[in-house]
């Protein structure tokens, strides 16, 4: 048993109470962990699960407006401009005027940010693999399903 530094005794293990059964403590928990993961995969390319995600919802919509990317992600129209124009000076993303909406901006990825994007899917795979090496599939699916059910409107 491990020894308290302050007073030389033995501690028993800390009591978690009501925290062992908290599902938003466990997420948290969770969180931490896959961030911190996902931060050593992706190494000096300096970006977030936030920004990857951005990244996949503009290519897979090419032309995507910035208005229809901020429901997809959850944020409010002005944090997804800045996030676009971080994207943009980085040259990962280009705007292009809405020729219907002159209001509207088009998203579109950049070569440089389909190479990048391209080299982060491989990195973000095999994230996911170590975050689920000690799943089978099906507890994998019942997992995302499960969490899929705590917040449906952010599916």
Known sequence: MPRSKAGGGERPPIDRGVLTG???LHLRHA???VFRDFAAAIGPLEI???????LVLIECNPGLKQTELANAV???RST???VVDSLERRGLVTRRA????RRSNALELTPAGAALLKTLKRRVAAHEKRLARDLSEDERATLTELLGRIFP???
């Open 98 to 101: 809405v020729a219907h909406d």
């Open 22 to 24: 908290l599902v938003g």
């Open 48 to 54: 977030t699960p936030g920004l990857f995600a951005v």
């Open 31 to 33: 969180q931490i962990a």
């Open 153 to 155: 409107e952010h599916r």
């Open 80 to 82: 997804v401009v800045s």
């Open 74 to 76: 959850h944020l409010d």
